[in-house]
């Protein structure tokens, strides 16, 4: 049976991993999971319950997460982005939606973004991606993405808020010790700094055409 094709993308918060995993998903005719939205279901599903992750066990709420939890509204909020962070380093977390993100992949292949997508959840990936950015480029793409009022007068001083927050969630993930966000060592690397979302999207197509290509030729 011909192998799904799987595009694992990686990188640290607000680099452009989703417009990228969602175009490219668009374009291949893939199935796409943003796996950060199930650890900020846990988180949010903590928050509701009065939980405090950074003290509380999250496997009981991750048990509970079905895919229809990621509908909803009030996931992208600061408040979850950071109980996500503190529900993701919990290990039993993060085996118990282990299966969930394999699953999603293994009828029809997809494309799926986070922090350990090609490191633990899909390690035999067809693609992995690795997509980064400067710390400047993430804080004003996120202020940007909170839609914020264009004339607010301390708006420097906001987007410096929002890369210490980036900073203190990307140093969470990174350093610590289940999953750490970190690229594979067979990842493709995409600054995306100087970049528009077009061209990111047709430099990921040409690497996935080139890595099908190998794979055909063999
Ligand atoms: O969109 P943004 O890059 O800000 O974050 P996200 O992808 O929604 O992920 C939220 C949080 O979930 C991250 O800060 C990580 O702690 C965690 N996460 C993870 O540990 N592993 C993943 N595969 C995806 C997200």
Do not use: C
């Not at 992750?53 to 048990?63: I, N």
């Not at 118990?96 to 986070?114: H, W």
């Not at 993405?145 to 900073?167: G, H």
């Amino acid at each position: 049976m011909k192998k799904a094709l799987v595009i694992a993308i990686d990188g640290p918060a607000a680099a452009g991993k989703g417009t990228l995993a969602r175009r490219l998903a668009a374009a291949l005719d893939l199935p796409y999971l943003d796996t950060g939205l199930l650890y900020r279901a846990v988180g949010r599903r903590m928050v509701d319950a009065g939980l405090d992750p950074a003290t509380h066990p999250a496997d009981e709420q991750a048990r509970r997460i079905m895919l229809a939890d990621l509908e909803r509204d009030d996931l992208r909020v600061p408040e979850i982005d950071r109980a996500a962070s503190l529900v993701a380093a919990q290990k039993a977390v993060r085996a118990i939606l282990v299966d969930t993100q394999r699953n999603f992949a293994v009828a029809r292949g997809g494309v799926l973004d986070g922090r350990d997508i090609g490191t633990v959840i899909f390690p035999d990936a067809t693609v992995k991606l690795f997509i980064t950015a400067s710390a400047e480029a993430r804080a004003r793409r996120r202020w940007e993405q909170m839609a914020p009022d264009p004339d607010v007068p301390d708006r420097a001083a906001r987007i410096a808020e929002v890369a210490a927050q980036l900073q203190a969630r990307d140093d969470a993930d990174a350093s610590r010790a289940v999953a750490p966000l970190r690229a594979a060592d067979d990842a493709v690397w995409i600054d995306t700094d100087d970049m528009t979302a077009d061209e990111v999207l047709d430099e990921a197509l040409r690497i996935v055409r080139r890595r099908t290509e190998d794979l055909k030729t063999g």
